[in-house]
């Protein structure tokens, strides 16, 4: 999988998320969930997704939290605790998941709640960051509807002989890839190639986490 950034970076983004909401729920006194959704909606969310240095390598917890409350003046209230917070390692877990997934922030928060992950903090900050990964992929492929190519078909308003007719890859291997009985992950790459192109999207699309 393609990553958005070079793991060179990282870490530094995984302190910059960390740090942007201890910031705001220990200093700004915002409740975690209210704070993220102005994450979520905000640019710095999508800017940090792209891994556009700026933001996971230019700016602080603290100027991210400023920028998406869009207020300036409250960088002076900052005391790092000595201690690491609940919300600072769910900062910093999550920041490493999306960027292993390449899923975006709105599409983890859409089956994974902050509150849910903030709630795995114990035991998970103790245990290596994959197990935290592995957990978070299990509860999101649970509860993920339909795998990413029967989305993609839907929306486009193909039927799953139609996309076979014009993707060239055979009707049965379509309802096997939605019926998760094939793994898309492990299909051959033109195969792959020829549904994105006839879905009118790109390859990692269609890949599942």
Request: proline share 3%; hydrophobic share 40%; glycine share 2%.
């Amino acid at each position: 999988m393609i990553r958005a950034y070079d793991k060179l970076y990282l870490s530094k983004a995984q302190s910059s998320l960390a740090s942007m909401l201890d910031f705001a729920v220990y200093d700004l006194k915002k409740d975690i969930n209210a704070f993220y959704k102005k994450f979520l909606e905000s640019k710095i969310s999508v800017q940090f997704e792209r891994g556009e240095s700026s933001v996971i390598a230019g700016k602080s917890g603290v100027e991210l939290a400023l920028e998406v409350l869009e207020n300036y003046s409250l960088a002076k209230k900052y005391k790092p605790a000595a201690n690491r917070s609940p919300e600072y390692w769910t900062g910093w877990a999550l920041a490493y998941f999306q960027w292993q997934t390449n899923l975006s922030f709105k599409q983890i928060d859409s089956l994974i709640p902050i509150t849910e992950v903030r709630a795995m903090y114990a035991p998970y900050h103790e245990m290596n960051i994959s197990q935290f990964c592995d957990k978070m992929t299990e509860l999101y492929k649970a509860r993920k509807p339909a795998c990413n190519l029967k989305t993609r078909r839907l929306a486009a308003g193909l039927s799953q002989n139609e996309l076979a007719v014009a993707s060239g890859v055979p009707l049965r291997t379509i309802q096997q890839y939605e019926q998760k009985q094939k793994d898309i992950n492990a299909a051959k790459a033109q195969s792959v190639i020829s549904l994105a192109k006839a879905l009118d999207c790109s390859a990692e699309d269609l890949m599942e986490v």
